[in-house]
């Protein structure tokens, strides 16, 4: 039996695949459009979903959308109707949008997927998942657990933003929710908005910017912002927001209460705005860890699964980890709306279908170590780089692996394409850019010279997995980069007093470790722990990389620069290289230099992207 499930129309677009219950595939389609955050139909997934199955359209058995349009309209209407006078603009504009397209959205639908099979069976075959719901089953069915705890927390489903559940078996049971417009993840999303940065993309940049300052305003947030309850149950001030009723997050209360206006994309940052990302920070994690402490004691689950956006903030699960109230947490890659088309799909095979789920041993998911996207065989490969006009070797694999070093050890930024692209936001070692972590200079080099973004962005450790507790203070598993922890203090460098004494953007370009490409101001990484059974290529690469210098980790950012989606195909790859300082290049058994490639091909990729 075959289900695709889509996400499509709010942002991250992206299709999935499965197979009798067994995930086939998964992509965003914004790897294939090149449009970051795509939110239109996703064609190209689909096909793509398609092609890997090898299967026809026809053969797919249910087609399942992630999401219940009605009920998200209902949502729009009410809260119109509960500020009215106020917001009219806001509502006049959405009302536009769904009037022409998601009011009747299975019209639309059928619409988009009458370019794939022209059949008068396919509304037949369409079902429709609750956003939580799709999030939740993302979460559950893939984890190792049987029976676990469930957390979804997002800006907004269709009513809910907060839901807790329980899995056992094929079956999840929603619990309890916290309803629109009460929302974590707008909560967090406002405060992106006033430190300018982009709603729905800036948030990992707000928790990035977060150990550069003080939460001096963590006291203000929750007294005039939001109520926390004991249970971590919580209602917002709306007085302070304008996400309801306006075209923007917060108004000119919010202003008045945190000092002046949101800050312009382009100003620069002060440590007043760090102040503030540290503050929201602080107060996410408090809510966070006070909801996770009520899910343990009042369902008696041993094991927690996380999805939704906020389940992307690894500091935040980095602390529910600490916390000690559950034995371990599993979290969803695609934790965003991507991830939804996933959930979908896995929700109807077990819930709408009641096909029994197949679970792990507890300690292996069913994601693959979410290596689902396309891959290149190698003549595709060589076939594409010559249409390019690319000069490369092709060399044996353990040539690949031992190049790849040599060039880490000599300082050099290496791109790594090599087998099936990752779903969700992270780069896990199939596309990505890696480079030494020991050099004092690699992280304003990388975010200077080949990201082409702002300075204070950390940097990621990929570590073998089995040396992860050498280098990092982190307890559990975190092949998918969703947790944050400390470096290992013998591995920290002594500050002085002086250093002690930095504030904001100073701290940056202080040594804090021996690896400190990777090593945050407060002495954190968010980590990925790298395994021989699902990337046994890049576990030989830092493997090879240990042996030449005993250190077991690389640097780990995402093949793309600011504002460019994950590079996809080898075209895409060789692109982004020739528009930026990334000095060689592996993709496949393909090795490039940059040193050997005509001049004439190179790009200037700066400014190729909008902002993201």
């Known amino acids: 039996m075959f289900i695709l499930g889509i996400s499509a129309y709010y942002h991250d677009s992206a299709c999935a695949l499965i197979k009798d219950g067994e995930i086939v595939a998964a992509a965003q389609e914004e790897r294939f459009t090149r449009i970051k955050h795509d939110p239109r139909f996703p064609h190209y997934a689909l096909e793509y979903c398609l092609r890997e199955a090898g299967i026809a359209f026809t053969d797919l058995d249910h087609i399942v959308f992630y999401d219940k349009p009605f009920l998200k309209f209902e949502r729009l209407l009410e809260t119109y109707i509960a500020f009215a006078p106020r917001g009219f603009k806001s509502f006049s504009t959405s009302m536009l949008v769904w009037l022409k397209d998601k009011l009747f959205l299975k019209n639309t639908l059928l619409r988009e997927l009458s370019f794939h099979c022209e059949s008068d069976d396919l509304a037949q075959v369409m079902l429709f998942s609750e956003h939580h719901l799709s999030h939740a089953a993302s979460a559950f069915y893939p984890s190792p657990y049987y029976e676990a705890a469930i957390l979804t927390m997002d800006g907004v489903g269709e009513w809910a933003t907060t839901s807790i559940a329980v899995g056992t078996g094929k079956n999840i049971e929603i619990i309890n929710e916290i309803h629109f417009p009460h929302s974590l993840g707008l909560l967090y999303s406002a405060f992106t908005y006033y430190t300018g940065f982009k709603v729905n993309s800036g948030e990992y940049k707000l928790m990035g910017l977060a150990p550069y300052g003080v939460p001096r305003y963590a006291a203000t947030i929750r007294e005039h912002l939001i109520d926390v309850k004991g249970d971590g149950s919580f209602r917002m001030n709306m007085d302070y927001f304008d996400y309801c009723t306006g075209l923007t997050m917060t108004n000119h209360r919010f202003n008045d209460l945190f000092g002046g206006p949101a800050r312009r994309a382009d100003e620069l940052l002060t440590p007043r705005h760090m102040d503030i990302a540290a503050s929201i920070q602080a107060v996410t994690e408090e809510i966070i860890v006070l909801i996770t402490r009520n899910i343990a004691?009042?369902?008696?689950?041993?094991?927690?699964?996380?999805?939704?956006?906020?389940?992307?903030?690894?500091?935040?699960?980095?602390?529910?980890?600490?916390?000690?109230?559950?034995?371990?947490?599993?979290?969803?890659?695609?934790?965003?709306?991507?991830?939804?088309?996933?959930?979908?799909?896995?929700?109807?095979?077990?819930?709408?279908?009641?096909?029994?789920?197949?679970?792990?041993?507890?300690?292996?998911?069913?994601?693959?170590?979410?290596?689902?996207?396309?891959?290149?065989?190698?003549?595709?490969?060589?076939?594409?780089?010559?249409?390019?006009?690319?000069?490369?070797?092709?060399?044996?694999?353990?040539?690949?692996?031992?190049?790849?070093?040599?060039?880490?050890?000599?300082?050099?930024?290496?791109?790594?394409?090599?087998?099936?692209?990752?779903?969700?936001?992270?780069?896990?070692?199939?596309?990505?850019?890696?480079?030494?972590?020991?050099?004092?200079?690699?992280?304003?080099?990388?975010?200077?010279?080949?990201?082409?973004?702002?300075?204070?962005?950390?940097?990621?450790?990929?570590?073998?997995?089995?040396?992860?507790?050498?280098?990092?203070?982190?307890?559990?598993?975190?092949?998918?980069?969703?947790?944050?922890?400390d470096v290992v203090m013998d591995k920290r460098c002594t500050m002085t007093d002086e250093e002690h004494t930095l504030f904001g953007i100073d701290k940056l370009n202080k040594v804090r470790s021996e690896i400190p490409a990777v090593t945050h101001v407060d002495y954190s990484a968010r980590i990925q722990s790298v395994h021989k059974e699902t990337n046994p290529r890049f576990h030989a690469l830092i493997s090879r990389f240990k042996e030449a210098t005993g250190c077991a980790v690389v640097v780990n950012t995402s093949f793309n620069v600011r504002g460019e989606p994950i590079v996809c195909t080898p075209d895409d790859a060789f692109r982004c290289f020739m528009g930026t300082d990334i000095e060689s290049l592996a993709i496949g058994n393909c090795y490039l230099e940059k040193s050997k490639q005509n001049s004439q091909l190179l790009k200037d990729y700066r400014n190729a992207f909008d902002l993201d």
């Open 297 to 485: 004691a009042t369902t008696g689950q041993k094991y927690l699964c996380l999805a939704g956006g906020v389940a992307l903030n690894c500091v935040a699960n980095g602390r529910i980890l600490r916390d000690g109230a559950f034995d371990n947490i599993w979290i969803q890659p695609a934790a965003g709306d991507a991830g939804g088309a996933l959930g979908a799909a896995l929700a109807a095979y077990h819930l709408n279908l009641g096909n029994v789920r197949t679970h792990s041993d507890g300690s292996t998911d069913r994601m693959k170590g979410a290596y689902l996207g396309p891959a290149f065989t190698q003549s595709e490969i060589e076939e594409r780089l010559r249409n390019l006009g690319a000069v490369f070797d092709v060399v044996e694999d353990e040539a690949v692996l031992q190049k790849c070093v040599y060039d880490l050890v000599a300082g050099k930024a290496v791109g790594l394409f090599q087998g099936r692209m990752e779903f969700g936001p992270r780069a896990l070692g199939s596309r990505s850019i890696i480079a030494d972590p020991r050099s004092a200079m690699m992280q304003s080099q990388l975010n200077r010279k080949v990201k082409f973004r702002e300075s204070f962005r950390p940097f990621a450790p990929s570590v073998l997995s089995e040396d992860v507790g050498t280098w990092f203070e982190l307890s559990a598993d975190s092949p998918y980069m969703l947790f944050c922890a």
